[in-house]
């Protein structure tokens, strides 16, 4: 069982920055391509970046590639996600998750799922 708990969240004004870390316990994390998902009050979750097990992979979301960077440390069980000129659409609740294998967008293929951190960005 991996238990995964998101940190970082929190107020921010847009064109601002925040690190979000998603840190495992009870298994891993080496093992797992990891994911991050948001969700707006309202809106259906939506991927946001992911991650091979190894790092040298990754995937994002059109509205957020050049602006987000997922990046991970093994040793420390943590998966990061620098967020960068950040905008109001940009709120939502954060989520990592972790799945087997390759570079999925698709929420259904993550088995294991962390609480959230709520990420606001005022205009």
Same mark, same amino acid.
């Given at each position: 069982?991996?238990?995964?708990?998101?940190?970082?969240?929190?107020?921010?004004? !847009?064109?601002? &920055?925040?690190?979000? &870390?998603?840190?495992a316990s009870g298994h891993t994390l080496s093992l797992y391509?990891?994911?991050?998902?948001?969700? +707006?009050?309202?809106?259906?979750?939506?991927?946001? !970046? !992911?991650?091979?097990? &190894?790092?040298?992979?990754?995937?994002? !979301?059109?509205?957020?590639?050049?602006?987000?960077?997922? &990046?991970?440390?093994? +040793?420390?069980?943590?998966?990061?996600?620098?967020?960068?000129?950040?905008?109001?659409?940009d709120t939502a609740v954060y989520y990592c998750a972790a799945t087997d294998g390759?570079?999925?967008?698709? +929420?259904?293929?993550?088995?294991?799922?962390?609480?959230?951190?709520?990420?606001?960005?005022?205009?």
């Open positions: 069982q991996v238990h995964l708990v998101e940190s970082g969240g929190g107020l921010v004004q !847009a064109g601002g &920055s925040l690190r979000l &870390s998603c840190t391509t990891m994911g991050w998902f948001r969700q +707006a009050p309202g809106k259906e979750r939506e991927f946001v !970046a !992911a991650i091979t097990w &190894s790092g040298s992979n990754t995937v994002y !979301a059109d509205s957020v590639k050049g602006r987000f960077t997922i &990046s991970r440390d093994n +040793a420390k069980n943590t998966v990061y996600l620098q967020m960068n000129s950040l905008k109001p659409e390759g570079l999925p967008k698709d +929420a259904r293929v993550y088995g294991y799922w962390g609480q959230g951190t709520q990420v606001t960005v005022s205009s």
